[in-house]
């Protein structure tokens, strides 16, 4: 219950295309999902993030769909470009005294020029 | 601005060993928190610490422990190094009131061998 499926596992884009990469949950009491971007040998970066009482969250070319009756929520990065290409997490997390997050297992995402 | 800062940035050490990694949180922020990310996963919360205090704890030995000091830095000590161990080391600082929101430090490569 406590764990949070990411899908694909790797992603392949042409530049100036749309990258989605997929989310799913069971735990109901989340209630914040950030998404991380990851460069090798650095520390994941929050994106953006969303709480469950808003369906979509844009920031720049980030966006974020999050669809509760289905336990699931997506990143989409809209005309994605060569310095795009990271790994990305998505995370969940509830509050029981503190935040701790539960993250997925991430995306590798290649932009190509 | 600084933000989290961690050392060192690489060790390696011998199985059996024991090994201490260290963070600066970022400025303002008063709660760290260390998470294992092992080789093409997701980052695993190992704990967190405010006032000196670990607040919670994930699925981790013993063999797994920390302090946190008065000006809010904290060490990640792990005894009894077995390969498994090998892996970056996260540590996240963020505001003990509650709101989510990690930053994270570029981590500590360890390696056991």
């Known amino acids: 219950q406590q764990q949070v499926k990411q899908s694909p596992q790797s992603l392949i884009v042409q530049k100036g295309g749309i990258s989605i990469i997929n989310c799913a949950y069971e735990n109901t009491a989340f209630d914040y999902f950030p998404w991380y971007q990851q460069f090798p040998g650095k520390g994941p970066a929050l994106l953006i993030a969303?709480?469950?009482?808003?369906s979509e969250k844009k920031e720049g070319r980030f966006t974020i769909s999050f669809n509760k009756s289905a336990k699931q929520f997506s990143l989409h990065i809209m005309d994605s470009q060569p310095g795009d290409s990271a790994t990305y997490f998505c995370a969940a997390s509830f509050y029981s005294g503190t935040y701790k997050y539960i993250f997925g297992t991430g995306t590798r995402l290649k932009v190509l020029a | 601005d600084a933000g989290v800062t961690q050392s060192p940035t690489h060790l390696i050490k011998t199985r059996g060993q024991q090994v201490t990694l260290r963070c600066s949180p970022k400025?303002?922020?008063?709660?760290v928190s260390w998470y294992q990310q092992a080789l093409g996963q997701g980052p695993q919360f190992i704990f967190q610490y405010y006032e000196e205090e670990e607040r919670q704890r994930g699925n981790f030995p013993d063999r797994f422990s920390g302090h946190q000091f008065p000006n809010y830095s904290s060490e990640l000590n792990v005894n009894a190094l077995l390969l498994g161990d090998s892996a970056l080391y996260l540590c996240a600082s963020s505001s003990g009131t509650g709101a989510p929101g990690y930053t994270f430090g570029s981590g500590t490569r360890l390696t056991v061998v």
């Open positions: 400025s303002g922020h008063d709660t």
């Open positions: 969303i709480r469950p009482d808003v």
